[in-house]
């Protein structure tokens, strides 16, 4: 006999994920990940002018803020082949490097953390030994007794009103919690501290756009001019404190970040053999310093790896219509020819047609649609998008700054490279690659500064922003690398206005249902032999699963038609 658990919403960052999972002999039998709300933002793009697409697209999620909008410009720039200045190239970097640095210590802090660390154990914890602890992994200055007995102080008045605050609906005392009370207790202080440090580095986006969430873009460049006197421009003052900020940003990182995920990992090196998935990982690649088109020149390089297998690597082909394919097999749309048929975004459809039960609902019925995720494959295979993709196919190329980070991370916990493909080799992953981030960002930096000093302020390319310039009907890609994995846009112009456009975004690729072979996408897949010890509790479900840090508003966006938000978790015998 199996038990069928649901978890809904399964997300800390926002909801509309819904896994349903059955259990059998203490393991996770099948799986199913559900996107509960719809998207359509294509839909409203259309017959707009494609300059404007980047700041709709860009609310698509206040989390990744500003992928989208970098997408979207490189998409049209890709249609109507505008090359931007180098200037804009670094300026888009270092935003996107920061955003990297702020996006993955939110997430280990809090939106993951307290999958591994138990808040209500650090008060057992002793100040002394926590303060000893601390100040044998790092230099970080915050490290005193008193300090630790000051965190200890404020969280046990949470716990003994009984309001837990932002760490209620916890389960606490769960028998896969592991670490050490000190060890909690270093978490929880650091978790604190990250809220504060995460205020700090969204400045860089205020400063080169206007303003954090949703920073402004530009089709051609950036929309920041630089005056290094000018008071109302890109002047000598914000550039010292972008720099500054990318600074502090580093040492953070690399002071309580890393300590901190190595400390954990040491102590869950079993989560180094769970929640591997399918074992086939793809990278579009990122921040280039030639050009967009010089893939040769990107910090993060593309590839696919399939079956694990890291001695060779793929290239990928966006424009190839048998390579990208979005099936809606087990998806609430509907396509003209047929629910079996892959689509290539370049002629790619969003028809909703909802089949499901309405909403409460207690099992959702897999073996017809039953998720708003349309389902995308790469040459029909399912594939993992993300950190630990991008750690792989830069370790995988022989890429020196990559395995430099990743052989010292498997020296310091003794593992071997095998561990990686898992739960917790994804959440080191995230890790590594911020530490990258913010080590790559301070060459971005100098370079703009270089660039500068020897008289170059060009931000923008404005010879094709003349829509009289462009061809009749153009077609285009522009990809990045979100901090959750892969995002590419395509966009069909006609007569100076948007045609079609298709976002097919990172959690899409990795929470999508089956498709027509019945293959399962990387939540699912992920969740397969996940041990579960307490089906009321779903800790290590919710610990896989935030691994790959889910954004749902990326792929999702509806509510039911009285506005209700429906949470809980459910167990349900067969």
């Known amino acids: 006999m199996s038990t069928r658990i649901v978890v809904d919403p399964i997300t800390r960052i926002e909801g509309h994920l819904r896994v349903e999972a059955d259990i059998e002999n203490g393991k996770i039998k099948d799986a199913y990940s559900s996107g509960t709300m719809v998207r359509l933002l294509e839909e409203i793009l259309k017959g707009r002018d494609p300059r404007d697409a980047w700041a709709f697209v860009g609310r698509v999620c206040g ?86 007995r000051d965190v200890q102080s404020r969280i046990r008045k949470f716990v003994e009103s009984g309001q837990l605050g932002i760490f209620a609906n916890g389960y606490w005392g769960h028998p896969a919690y592991k670490l050490p009370s000190e060890v909690n207790l270093i978490g929880l202080a650091h978790y604190l501290e990250a809220l504060e440090w995460q205020k700090e580095m969204v400045k860089v986006h205020a400063v080169f756009g206007g303003k954090n969430p949703h920073p402004n873009y530009l089709v051609g460049g950036m929309a920041c001019a630089i005056g290094i006197d000018d008071v109302s421009g890109l002047n000598a003052e914000r550039l010292a404190l972008v720099g500054k900020i990318l600074q502090d940003g580093k040492t953070f990182i690399e002071q309580v970040y890393i300590p901190d995920l190595m400390a954990v990992a040491s102590f869950y090196k ?166 990258l981030a913010a080590t790559w960002v301070q060459d971005f930096y100098q370079q703009l500064l270089t660039n500068i000093k020897n008289g170059d302020t060009r931000m923008a390319d404005s010879s094709k922003f003349d829509p009289k310039t462009w061809p009749r009907t153009a077609m285009g890609v522009g990809h990045s690398e979100a901090p959750r994995g892969a995002l590419a846009h395509w966009i069909n112009i006609e007569d100076e206005k948007i045609a079609n456009y298709q976002l097919v975004v990172p959690t899409t690729w990795n929470a999508s249902p089956r498709d027509n072979k019945g293959q399962m996408s990387a939540y699912e897949a992920a969740l397969i032999d996940t041990p579960v010890a307490r089906e009321d509790q779903p800790l290590e479900i919710i610990r896989t699963i935030h691994s790959f840090d889910p954004c749902m508003a990326c792929a999702v966006h509806l509510y039911d038609e009285e506005g209700k938000n429906i949470a809980r978790v459910s167990v349900v015998g067969d």
């Open 63 to 148: 989390v990744c803020t500003s992928t989208h909008s970098l997408n979207s410009v490189r998409t049209v720039e890709d249609a109507l082949d505008i090359i931007i200045p180098p200037n804009a190239e670094l300026v888009r970097n270092i935003m996107h490097c920061a955003l990297y640095m702020h996006d993955h210590v939110v997430h280990f802090y809090h939106l993951h953390a307290m999958d591994w660390v138990d808040v209500v154990d650090a008060l057992k914890a002793d100040p002394q030994k926590t303060s000893e602890l601390a100040q044998s992994i790092s230099n970080w200055p915050k490290s005193s007794p008193g300090y630790f």
């Open 270 to 435: 079993d989560w180094g053999a769970i929640g591997g998935g399918l074992g086939n990982y793809m990278v579009y690649g990122d921040l280039p310093t030639n050009g967009i088109r010089d893939k040769s020149s990107y910090k993060f390089p593309g590839g696919v790896i399939m079956n694990k297998d890291i001695s060779k690597v793929m290239d990928v082909d966006l424009r190839k219509e048998d390579e990208i394919q979005e099936f809606i097999s087990h998806s609430w749309y509907e396509y003209k020819e047929g629910k079996d048929k892959g689509l290539h975004p370049y002629k790619g459809e969003s028809k909703i047609k909802y089949t499901g039960p309405k909403p409460p609902f207690e099992n959702l019925d897999t073996t017809k649609d039953y998720s708003y995720l349309k389902t995308p494959r790469w040459k029909g295979n399912a594939m993992e998008v993300g950190p630990l993709a991008r750690v792989l196919v830069g370790y995988a190329r022989g890429r020196e700054d990559f395995k430099a980070v990743v052989d010292k991370a498997l020296t310091d916990l003794n593992v071997p490279v095998t561990a990686l493909f898992s739960t917790l080799g994804r959440t080191a992953a995230r890790g590594l690659e911020a530490k």
